[in-house]
């Protein structure tokens, strides 16, 4: 059992940068993948980000790629989203997830089936 909780969102102009946080509690987190999903009002959950336990392996969207970072700190049970160059379109309820296996989460997630464990969201609203 993992579970998460997402801090940091807010709302920023357009170009500005936020920084999102993931703290995880539970067992064996820095054996997790961890993802980041967002969800604009009236769609779908979209997959942003992915990135394996010992950071050696990320997935981006190409709709953040060049603008997003994901990272961890598995001695304090964190994961980072570093979002800069934001943009009206980024804004959305941002969701952590964690999952056993990163090449599940990132397939399920390109797939639209995302499993594992979830936060609660944190708002990100981006204005122009």
């Known amino acids: 059992q993992v579970q998460l909780v997402e801090s940091g969102g807010g709302s920023v102009q357009a170009g500005g940068s936020l920084r999102l946080s993931c703290a995880a509690s539970g067992r064996s987190f820095s054996t997790y993948a961890m993802g980041w999903f967002r969800q604009a009002p009236g769609k779908e959950r979209e997959f942003v980000s992915a990135i394996n336990w010992s950071s050696s392996s990320f997935y981006y969207a190409a709709s953040v790629k060049g603008r997003f970072t994901i990272s961890r700190d598995n001695a304090k049970n964190t994961v980072f989203l570093q979002m800069s160059n934001l943009k009206p379109e980024d804004t959305a309820v941002y969701y952590c997830?964690?999952?056993?296996?990163?090449?599940?989460?990132?397939?399920?997630?390109?797939?639209?089936?995302?499993?594992?464990?979830w936060g609660q969201g944190t708002q990100v609203t981006v204005s122009s």
């Open positions: 997830n964690a999952n056993p296996a990163y090449n599940t989460l990132v397939n399920n997630g390109v797939a639209g089936t995302p499993d594992g464990y």
